[in-house]
């Protein structure tokens, strides 16, 4: 475990470090995009941060090929190759899109040579688990479409998501984490060493969201673009096949007896391949769906932009832009670890079932109307001061004493009146009028 926290760190380190000089490259380089109307952010933002996230990918599994440990995995697979080789073309074609808006059809096709490419190089599907059946091997070309598939639908279900400030790192950080649980757990476990490449990507891919996300946190001061979208939305494709397709659910036969039809019955909680990397991107697979329909019974195309996306729906609802950001969080979280419980043994599940109920206790009060959390007292000066407790808030900004140092219920009572904003700006609005978002005007037209 030490040697995947080092490798997750040194990833996540050398991507916070260098999205502040990529930042300045795509300022200077003019890959700041005019504001479009499905647009949320009001400023001309600077993308191409999937290039510090590149780099960051690179040097984990650079560091990774040095460390004891984790240097068999490099030996013994060529799936950290073909994934770097897949991964560089899909950034490749991403950095043109953030400089000169490739057309939709050529960054599909791009996506299929990024799949066919990793494929060629041996991480593909080999075989599918059907409970009930058993192991069904696949021939060439049904696992070279089956894997194209997944590629092309997890990239483009990442893409479809990174519609608001950290949305799609957040989301795919915290489905990282629950496939790295998983992954983990069959390689260590269970000592299926086929699992170790989709362990060692699952913890890079964390790494890459932790690294980036502090520069992307609303308000955003820099956005992944495609660059970044479909790279880590192929990583998590990648993890996904070598698990699926490399680790042959047989060999849980020795630990549970019997044919293989009674083992693939009885280990169906203990090693669901299919379930939990399709569970993971659940909700950015629904939102991809949702928007093809919505867009073909409109008569678009189903590549045309529009505002129908599920974040979009939730803050026209009114939601602010971190609540609804925080609500697909918790969301993803509830999915992702709920379906992980049921792959762990009665002895760990004291571990995960803290995890799902705090994602629904989260979840819930994030929807409850006019509900915004506040932190402690203590915590008052280390937090951002919309987070803040309006005495601390007003006493802080005039100078005076902060919260919790003296003051009177009217005084209360006064601050918080004057403090107080109109419904739907900084949270949901059940009660009251909604506030829909205003249309938005490129950068540079008169208003």
């Known amino acids: ?11 996540a380190a050398v991507t916070y470090l260098l999205t502040g000089p990529v930042r300045k490259f795509a300022i200077a380089s003019g890959a700041m995009p005019e504001i479009r109307a499905r647009d949320v952010h009001r400023e001309p933002t600077p993308r191409l941060g999937g290039i510090a996230m590149f780099f960051g990918l690179c040097s984990g599994l650079l560091v990774a090929d040095h460390l004891d440990r984790l240097n068999s995995v490099f030996a013994l697979s060529n799936e950290p190759r073909a994934l770097l080789s897949g991964a560089a073309l899909i950034w490749l074609i991403g950095v043109l899109d953030d400089k000169f808006e490739i057309d939709a059809l050529i960054k599909l096709g791009a996506q299929m040579i990024a799949a066919g490419v990793m494929v060629v190089q041996g991480l593909t599907i080999l075989w599918l688990p059907i409970p009930g059946i058993g192991t069904v091997g696949l021939t060439q070309g049904q696992g070279t479409l089956l894997t194209v598939a997944l590629v092309v639908l997890t990239i483009n279900a990442v893409n479809f998501v990174d519609g608001l400030d950290g949305l799609a790192a957040g989301m795919v950080c915290i489905a990282s984490a629950a ?6 757990r069959l390689w260590f476990g269970y000592g299926i060493e086929a699992a170790a490449p989709a362990t060692l990507f699952a913890a890079v891919l964390i790494g890459m969201c932790l690294g980036f996300l502090p520069h992307n946190m609303h308000p955003a001061r820099i956005f992944m673009g495609d660059s970044g979208s479909m790279l880590i939305g192929l990583v998590l494709a990648a993890s996904a096949i070598s698990i699926t397709g490399q680790v042959d659910p047989d060999t849980l036969k020795i630990f549970e007896g019997g044919s293989t039809r009674q083992a693939t019955h009885a280990a169906l909680p203990v090693f669901i391949p299919l379930l939990l990397p399709l569970t993971i991107i659940a909700i950015p697979m629904a939102d991809l769906f949702l928007a093809i329909v919505r867009r073909t019974w409109k008569g678009q195309s189903p590549f045309a932009a529009d505002r129908g996306h599920l974040h979009h729906r939730l803050l026209e609802v009114g939601h602010s832009h971190s609540r609804a950001v925080f609500i697909m969080y918790f969301w993803s979280a509830l999915i992702a670890f709920g379906t992980l419980m049921y792959s762990v043994h009665s002895a760990s599940m004291w571990i995960m079932l803290p995890i799902v109920a705090l994602s629904a206790i989260g979840l819930v009060l994030l929807l409850l109307p006019r509900f915004k959390p506040r932190a402690p007292l203590w915590a008052q000066s280390f937090v951002p001061p919309r987070y803040r407790r309006r005495r601390f808030r007003k006493g802080y900004a005039a100078g005076g004493p902060e919260a919790g140092e003296g003051g009177s219920p009217d005084a209360d009572a006064a601050a918080d009146e004057d403090l107080r904003v109109p419904a739907g700006i900084n949270g949901a609005t059940a009660i009251g009028a ?5 249309e938005r005007r490129k950068a540079g037209t008169p208003s």
């Open 1 to 11: 475990m030490r040697n995947y926290l080092l490798t997750l760190c040194i990833t």
């Open 179 to 184: 496939f790295f649980l998983y992954a983990y």
């Open 434 to 438: 909604r506030a829909h978002l205003p």
